[in-house]
């Protein structure tokens, strides 16, 4: 008799061992046509063909997904919880729209039990949708943070979030000062950074709703707790690119603003990038900071066209992953999400491949957190965080994908490339949290 909680999963399996980008296909896919994953407290414990796996684990008891596809969870590197009421808000570009729908819509954050209802709702459309980690902005309130590692401790996910900073641009009842966001920030880091699966980002909404000071006291904090996350917005809308620049004259641009203050590291996840210049992503590429592309988010709202060729050239590559950045990004979904990014690379007359964005929907997120140790991939001994993916979810997918296996890495790029463009909430048969089914 198995004393301990193992078990093992039956489907196709499809994950990233290297980066698409710099390594060839078909040395950074692993593809397994009919494979056993083996789950143990949680954690990947083996992966490989059933065929030779079988006897090893004749005990333990199967699930089998045939027809399907098991992926690792999908990883939104940038997405605001308390948006999520108002996703799909008219007509307005960055600055009009901070003001006229967000600002009135986080004040409601106030109220701890409200953020609580909101965080369960954005918790189970994240599922929903395959998303097993992502880097989250709360509101300025603590109580919203509160909320929401509450919400995912009891789902027992892997999530970074942090309270937004912001003490000047910015309504009163929203407003925050340089030294309550320092001190609040800490104590939130105390609370519950490493605790179970959460981890915690230092989140100065940007630049513009920041003093110096601010800033300041949130390079502090990092050099305080090395290990917790910077989370903010850069170089997303020429307006505010220009505002930056009239905020801050004696700075060498907006990304210089970030490092004067010490807040480009490692550690240090950007939103967005539109307008970075030559000197910038060469910038984020040496100090190995990330930058989180949304593409849904970029054209809703008209920012403009992320330079993905620039993010990930050979001589200066920088960590890259994608988010969805709802609510002024228009879908939860990470396939969406890569649809839309295939989108901008074309108007660039770019090509992204379907295995790249696979990967950036997962082991490149993972990459981007800094989390590939735990997440990403189905290397031996990382969380079992996985989704299982109906390549023939509706009618008009079941026509684009025959229900053949693919034999060649060109049929599998075609399914995978299809479940992308069609895929999106409808494909996610089931979503898999450190080996237990989601309900
Ligand atoms: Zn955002």
Redesign the pocket.
Known sequence: MLTQPIKAFRCAFLDFVDDPFYVAEAESIRYIADGLLVVENGKIKELGHYQNLQDKYAEVPIIAYPGMLIMPGFIDT?I?FPQTEMIAAYGEQLLEWLNQYVFPTEAKFKDKAYAQKIAAIFLDELIKNGTTTALV?ATVHPQSVDAFFEEASRRNLRMIAGKVMMDRNAPNNLSDTAETAYQESKQLIQKWHKKERLLYAVTPRFAITSTPEQLNLAGKLLAEFPDVYLHT?LSENVNEVEWVKQLFPESQGYLDVYDRTGLVGDRSVF?HGVQLTDAEFQRLSKANSAIAFCPTSNLFLGSGLFKLNKAKCVEHPVKLGLGT?VG?GTSFSLLDTATEAYKVAQLQNQKLSPFQALFLATLGGAKALSLEDKIGNFDVGKEADFVVLDLRATPLMALRNSAITPTSLAELAEQAFALIVLGGDRAIHATYIMGEACE
């Open positions: 940038h605001h902005f917005h939103a950045d002024a």
